[in-house]
């Protein structure tokens, strides 16, 4: 007896091709609107080689090679609080990338005039040692359940005491001190940067259903930064930090705001490892060669602010300053904690350091 023939197989699915339209690139063009307010020269992207030999001799004498040879080892060992700048501050505030928990020691009249998100209130207990401990032990064990990292707000005696309790081992195998900030410094934050502070008037007032506004991160002082799409589509970020000019690297997203009242220049970068940028960096250094000499503050950003704003960015500071990429890199890493350009960008970066230490060498 012959076995029964296998049964039907169900036709496959029909294959779909191309579902969505592709969108049509520009070119790689300034507006007629960008070329009235601004003249671009590409005298003014030349590299900085004098920077990048006086750096080559400085790390030749100190015994430096300038391309680092092997990679930084890193320790599991928290490093030793510091203290913490105006612009570091500002970008931890703003940074999506790291969770943390503000303890604050100033005074009750500090706290009240201004204090920024994620605070709690130990005050300058200074009369009561045992007592400012205990709390800060409280509050370091249940910031340690929720958050990565702590920042002590403050000046003398208090931020040791509660630097001492974090710097247990118990709290430190959970929470890590990243820093203190001085309560000069948090004036500062205030004056610079209000749009970032809460006080007794203006927390009542808040609506618990509003959006929260986030900012971009702050990359050379006073007047570049770097950030995603939202940050540029925002007016209220436009306006809070003065921003003139905008550098848009990415080619799916449009200008968000009318040209005559923000300069432009598009990148048209797609984010992959084929995406050419070495033929776009003479156009991105003269631009933000403009925006300096203009007194201006620019917003160079992609769509998340992670690989494409921070290649054009990396690159802007290999050429000016007269550094390598690891260097660079690192630089932007640390005032923005998830920038990764793509391993193709990378690569071109690290070609575009290789010609400069050339030239920089004959």
């Known amino acids: 007896m012959s076995a029964p023939p296998p049964p039907p197989q169900p036709p496959p699915p029909p294959k779909i091709t191309n579902p969505i339209p592709a969108t049509p690139k520009s070119p790689l063009t300034l507006t007629p609107s960008v070329l009235k307010k601004t003249v671009i020269s590409h005298d003014a992207s030349t590299p900085n080689l ?4 006086k750096a080559a001799a400085d790390r030749a004498a100190a015994g430096k090679p300038l391309r ?61 040692v045992d007592e400012l401990a205990a709390a800060a032990r409280q509050e370091l064990a249940l910031a340690g359940i929720t958050f990565a990292r702590c920042i002590i707000v403050g000046d003398g005696d208090s931020v040791a005491i509660v630097a001492r309790e974090a ?18 410094v948090f004036e500062q934050l205030s004056s610079t940067f209000p749009f970032l502070m809460r006080t007794d008037a203006s927390s009542s007032a808040l609506d618990p259903l509003a959006r929260p506004v986030k ?38 997203l449009e200008n968000a705001h009318d040209p005559s009242a923000i300069v432009y220049f598009n990148g048209h970068c797609d984010d992959n490892e084929g995406q050419s940028l070495r033929d776009k ?29 921070s290649a054009a960015v990396i690159a802007y500071l290999m050429a000016t300053d007269g550094i390598p990429y690891d260097e660079a890199a690192s630089q932007v890493r640390a005032q923005r904690s998830i920038i990764r350009p793509n391993p193709g960008f990378e690569a071109q970066l690290r070609e575009m350091e290789a010609e400069l230490i050339a030239r920089a060498s004959a």
């Not at 950030?227 to 080619?251: C, F, Q, S, W, Y």
């Not at 250094?285 to 704003?309: D, E, P, W």
């Open 50 to 53: 004098a920077r990048f030999k």
């Open 215 to 252: 900012y971009p991160s702050l990359i050379v002082d006073t007047w570049l930064y770097l950030g995603a799409a939202e940050h540029a589509k925002d007016p209220r970020v436009v306006a809070d930090l003065g921003i003139t000019h905008i550098l848009n690297m990415a080619d799916e």
């Open 167 to 184: 710097a247990r081992d118990s709290v430190a195998a959970k929470l890590r001190l990243i820093g203190t900030v001085s309560s000069d």
């Open 68 to 128: 680092p040879t092997t990679t930084p080892t890193t320790t599991s060992a928290p490093p030793t609080p510091t203290a913490i700048s105006l612009k570091s501050l500002y970008n931890i505030l703003c940074d999506v990338g790291l969770t943390f928990k503000i303890l604050d020691v100033r005074s009750a009249q500090a706290w009240s005039r201004g204090r920024v998100k994620l605070s709690t209130f130990l005050g300058d207990r200074t009369d009561n």
């Open 281 to 309: 960096v003479a156009d991105i250094l003269a631009f933000f060669a403009s925006v300096k000499r203009a007194g201006g503050v620019v917003l160079c950003h992609c769509a998340m602010g992670i690989s494409r704003s």
